[in-house]
C-alpha cells in the first residue's frame, strides 16, 4: 500500500482521535512526518528543529511543546524512569526493519486506540505483537 492511500484511509479515522502534536528522533521516516501532517497532526522531525539534539533535549522540547515522541531509541524509557516524568508521551518502535508504511499502518491504530492515554502521559512500545502501554510515571 502507498504512503498515499494510507493517508486517505486513515483521514476517516482521524475524527476520532484529537489533534495531537509529535516530534519524531532520527530514527523515524520523514514520511511518518508527512502522513501525521496529512491526518491533520502537527509534526516535526528532530532535523527540523536541532540534528545535534540530545534524548534529554529532545524530552524536554517535547513537554514545553505538549508533544509526543516517537523514537526507536529504547533511551526514552530509561530517562522518562529515572527523571520520574509524567511528560512527555512517548512511542517507542521496536520493529527492525521499520519501513514507514509498517510503522505508520501501527502508529493510526495506537493513536486510534490510545489518543487518551497519550494526552495524559504515557509510555508505548510498538513490536511485533500487540502494542505495550505504560502510564507515567514509570518505575525505575
Not at 517535547?62 to 508533544?67: H, L, P, T, V, Y
Not at 511485533?128 to 525505575?140: A, D, F, Q, V
Amino acid at each position: 500500500m502507498k504512503l498515499s492511500q494510507l493517508g486517505r484511509l486513515k483521514k476517516r479515522k482521524a475524527r476520532y482521535y484529537l489533534q495531537m502534536k509529535f516530534i519524531l528522533d532520527m530514527g523515524i521516516s520523514p514520511k511518518v512526518k508527512a502522513w501525521l501532517r496529512e491526518v491533520g497532526h502537527e509534526a516535526l522531525h528532530i532535523d527540523d528543529l536541532n540534528p545535534r539534539a540530545l534524548d534529554s533535549e529532545i524530552l524536554k522540547m517535547a513537554q514545553d511543546e505538549g508533544a509526543v515522541v516517537l523514537t526507536s531509541d529504547k533511551d526514552f524509557s530509561e530517562l522518562l524512569a529515572l527523571g520520574n516524568l509524567l511528560s512527555p508521551s512517548v512511542i517507542l518502535f521496536r520493529l527492525i526493519p521499520a519501513p514507514a508504511h509498517e510503522v505508520i499502518r501501527r502508529l493510526s491504530a495506537v493513536l486510534a486506540d490510545h489518543h487518551l492515554e497519550l494526552e495524559k502521559g504515557c509510555m508505548i512500545t510498538i513490536g511485533l505483537g500487540k502494542p505495550r502501554l505504560r502510564l507515567l510515571p514509570l518505575k525505575s
